[in-house]
Structures are given as C-alpha cells and as structure tokens.
C-alpha cells in the first residue's frame, strides 16, 4: 500500500504542478481550478489513499461500480460526481451517493433525478451535458444535448424541485468542426456559460478537459478539470 501511495503521491504532484502551470499562463488563481479525480474502474483503497492524499472530489461513470465503492468511503468527506451516461432506471441509486451530477442532457432525466432526489431529502447538483458535435435538436455520439437545447434543459433543472443548477460540461468531441480542436470546443463551451449565467447568475460551474487536455481546459476558462488517467495510471480493462 505505500508503494500505491507514494506513486499516487508522484502523480498527484505532477497534475498539481501541469493545473498550475496553465493557470498561471492563463493569468488565473490556481483557486480558481478544481481538480476531480476520476476514480472509475479503481478500488475504494485509492479513493482512501486519495482522501489522504488531500482530494476531495472524486468522480464515477458506471452506478455499479460507483454505488458500492461509495458506500465503503461514506466515512470520508468527499464530493461525489457522476459524469457517465445516465439510464433513467440508474437514478434511484446514483442519487444515494452523488453530489453531483455531470452528465443531464434531457428532461426525462431531469424528472427522474428531481423525483429521486424528493424521496430521499436531498439537494443535486445539475451540470447540463453540452454535445459540441450534435446536430441541432439531438444528442451527441458521447452524450450531451445540442447547443440550442442547453436553455431549455437548464430551465428544467432551475425548476426542478431537489435539483442545483451548477453549469455545464463537456467532452472533448471526436467528430464534427471541434475535432482536434480542444481549446475551441472548451472556449465555446465557455461562451454558452456566459450566456447561461445571464438568466442563472450561480450556474457558474464550467467542468471540461481530462488528462490529456486539462492545459486547454484551464487557459479556456473551465472551473473543474476531471483528470483519471494521469493520477491513478493506465486504467485496467473493464470486464
């Protein structure tokens, strides 16, 4: 475990180092970024090592994995996102432990989140998914609502009786005009977060980049960065 730990340690420091780095180039405070570590796939003894460690935001894709894994770290004070694609009959469950939750991009899902939320007394944060590479009216290949859909989606939330508005996030798109194009796709995410936050002053979260493109991220002007790979290492097949 102090293997685990130290080289936890080396890779935490050197995220630490790249975060703020880039805000500094950026002209930023380094409070100013938010670093989620992006647990999927690994146990809950490097959540703990990580809570150690001083994170304090974790974040999960896959309830099954995330529900238990939750459950052993109740003890830990910890900010739980859940940034996968969420299947309505998920929610029940993912609203036990998330804090957070990434990845809204229809009302549907709005209402089942807002329901679950009333039954179990508590308050979730709501990120409306933007797809940069969806067509007008759809959704994109790794979820997310269009563009045109995003004030729609965030009146929903608003509404929502249990739900936070919080902001936006997004992908990285593999296709479509932002391709290749990270910096461009988060600056436009962005964009929709100024606009956003005319109608919803606290909506003001902005959670973009991952491990190989936090740098764009953070110069764009993303509040959250969600970095998996770069702390705990190439992740292990899923079964």
């Not at 959540?47 to 099954?64: C, I, T």
């Not at 899902?109 to 409306?128: K, N, P, Q």
């Not at 296709?175 to 194009?181: I, S």
């Not at 109608?199 to 973009?208: D, L, Y």
Request: aromatic residues 2%.
């Amino acid at each position: 475990m102090t293997d685990r730990r130290n080289e936890l340690a080396g890779n935490l420091a050197r995220v630490e180092e790249r975060i703020a780095s880039a805000c500094a180039a950026a002209g930023r405070a380094r409070e100013e970024v938010t670093l989620i570590v992006v647990t999927k796939t690994y146990p809950a003894s490097d959540v703990r090592l990580l809570h150690e460690l001083g994170v304090r935001h974790v974040a999960e894709n896959r309830d099954q994995d995330a529900a238990p894994k939750a459950i052993a770290c109740a003890d830990l004070n910890l900010t739980w996102h859940f940034v996968g694609q969420l299947q309505t009959n998920k929610v029940r469950s993912v609203v036990r432990y998330a804090d957070v939750v990434q990845s809204v991009d229809r009302v549907k899902l709005v209402t089942a989140l807002s329901s679950a939320a009333v039954c179990d007394g508590r308050e979730i944060g709501c990120l409306v998914q933007v797809a940069l590479d969806a067509e007008e009216g759809g959704r994109g290949d790794r979820g997310g609502v269009a563009p045109d859909g995003i004030g729609e989606l965030a009146a929903a939330i608003d509404g929502a009786p249990g739900l936070r508005l919080d902001g936006l996030m997004t992908v990285a798109p593999l296709t479509g005009p932002y391709a290749g194009r990270q910096r461009h796709a988060f600056e436009r995410l962005v964009e929709f977060s100024s606009s956003l936050r005319v109608a919803h002053p606290a909506a003001n979260m902005v959670s973009a980049g991952m491990s190989s493109d936090l740098e764009e991220a953070v110069a764009a002007g993303a509040t959250h960065v969600r970095v998996g790979t770069a702390v705990l290492g190439v992740r292990p097949r899923l079964g």
